[in-house]
């Protein structure tokens, strides 16, 4: 097994699309985000996951069970499983991020370029992981 090891920043910093899929493991997965000005990530519950996001560019506001945390670079916020919570993007830059779920959320290997692609797909981890 390899793993995973790279810059998480400068991937991070670099990245564009809405969601990718970095790693997955049997109880972790790393996803990076960009959220464009005035985009969010949709108000949403994992009630049987936990999920820590760090923030590297950006500024923004993560909303969780009605309390609004500010956020901008070299923020980190975990949201227990069950809590309502969302992600929004409140600056004029986009707001570049990477979370780990755990366990896994999405379908390894996801790339969603736009939030569209994100709102048209209902993939959910299917229990491959990428090694």
Do not use: C, W
């Amino acid at each position: 097994m390899k793993g995973f090891a790279d810059n998480i920043e400068k991937l991070t910093e670099e990245n564009n699309n809405f969601r990718q899929v970095l790693y997955t493991g049997q109880n972790i997965q790393l996803v990076l985000m960009a959220l464009q000005p005035g985009e969010d990530i949709g108000e949403e519950v994992h009630e049987d996951r936990d999920q820590f996001f760090r923030f590297e560019q950006g500024t923004g506001e993560v909303r969780i069970d009605g309390v609004a945390n500010q956020v901008s670079a070299d923020d980190g916020v975990i949201v227990p499983a069950g809590a309502l919570h969302n992600v929004v993007n409140t600056g004029s830059t986009p707001l570049r991020l990477y979370t780990i779920y755990g366990p896994p959320e999405h379908l390894d290997g996801t790339i969603h370029k736009s939030k569209a692609d994100a709102d048209a797909s209902h993939e959910h981890f299917d229990g491959r992981t990428t090694e």
